[in-house]
């Protein structure tokens, strides 16, 4: 099992970038892929960005990609999204989500353990 605590959320302007952290307990985080999503006020769920296990494979949610980019340090239990060129449609609560799962994951279902999530608020 792994717990999972995410930071780095806050409030920027449009154009503008922050770098969201997650860090895990345990000394298994380099066998789970782990995942970026996040949920709008009266939206699902929605998947941002995977890493596999070895940090080699990031894989972007079209509406992300070229502005955000997902990285870990296996040694440091740490994953991380940066995220530049903010939108305010990019406004969320982010959640780290760690899977036992193989291949590409981006499904919400597929993800066995969660952070409590953190909040990015984008401003026009």
């Known amino acids: 099992q792994v717990q999972l605590v995410e930071s780095g959320g806050g409030l920027v302007q449009a154009g503008g970038s922050l770098r969201l952290s997650c860090a895990a307990s345990?000394?298994?985080?380099?066998?789970?892929?782990m995942g970026w999503f996040r949920q709008a006020p009266g939206k699902e769920r929605e998947f941002v960005a995977t890493?596999?296990?070895?940090?080699?494979?990031?894989y972007y949610a079209d509406s992300v990609k070229g502005r955000f980019t997902i990285s870990r340090d296996n040694a440091k239990n740490t994953v991380a999204l940066q995220m530049n060129s903010l939108k305010p449609e990019d406004t969320a609560v982010y959640y780290c989500?760690?899977?036992?799962?193989?291949?590409?994951?981006?499904?919400?279902?597929?993800?066995?353990?969660w952070g409590q999530g953190t909040q990015v608020t984008v401003s026009s």
């Open positions: 989500a760690a899977t036992v799962s193989w291949g590409q994951r981006v499904g919400v279902g597929e993800y066995n353990y």
């Open positions: 890493i596999s296990r070895s940090g080699n494979t990031p």
């Open positions: 345990g000394r298994t985080f380099s066998t789970y892929r």
